[in-house]
């Protein structure tokens, strides 16, 4: 069974920087991308940063420059570096994984990620 485990939510207050992890044998898998979503309650769930396996990575626009997607595939362990964090930053991040031909697409459209972790939970306060 695919698991997926993040860590590394917290508090933090506005410009301050967090750094979450992702574990999972599926991240060792060359045929999948994996990325980073998020969650605010009662909005929908939105697309953060992708990375293949090879390290191409894309971004959605409103974290670009401010945040970093890396994957070890040695450690099966994605991470998400975020620097310049904003209130609006706030939400339930989670790790997930799916074969796209261009990781980029999901970017836009995630309905084809095949596996999900459980989310933790980033709050930034202004």
């Known amino acids: 069974q695919v698991q997926l485990v993040e860590s590394g939510g917290g508090s933090v207050e506005a410009g301050g920087s967090l750094r979450l992890s992702c574990t999972g044998d599926i991240i060792a898998y060359s045929n999948y991308c994996t990325g980073w979503f998020r969650q605010v309650s009662g909005k929908e769930r939105e697309a953060v940063a992708m990375i293949s396996y090879v390290g191409n990575t894309a971004y959605a626009d409103s974290v670009k420059g401010r945040f970093t997607i890396s994957r070890d595939n040695v450690k099966y362990t994605l991470y998400l570096q975020m620097n310049s964090l904003e209130p609006e930053d706030t939400g339930t991040y989670y790790c997930?994984?799916?074969?796209?031909?261009?990781?980029?697409?999901?970017?836009?459209?995630?309905?084809?990620?095949?596996?999900w972790g459980k989310g933790t939970l980033v709050t930034v306060s202004s």
């Open positions: 997930a994984a799916g074969r796209y031909r261009f990781c980029s697409d999901a970017v836009r459209d995630y309905v084809d990620m095949e596996y």
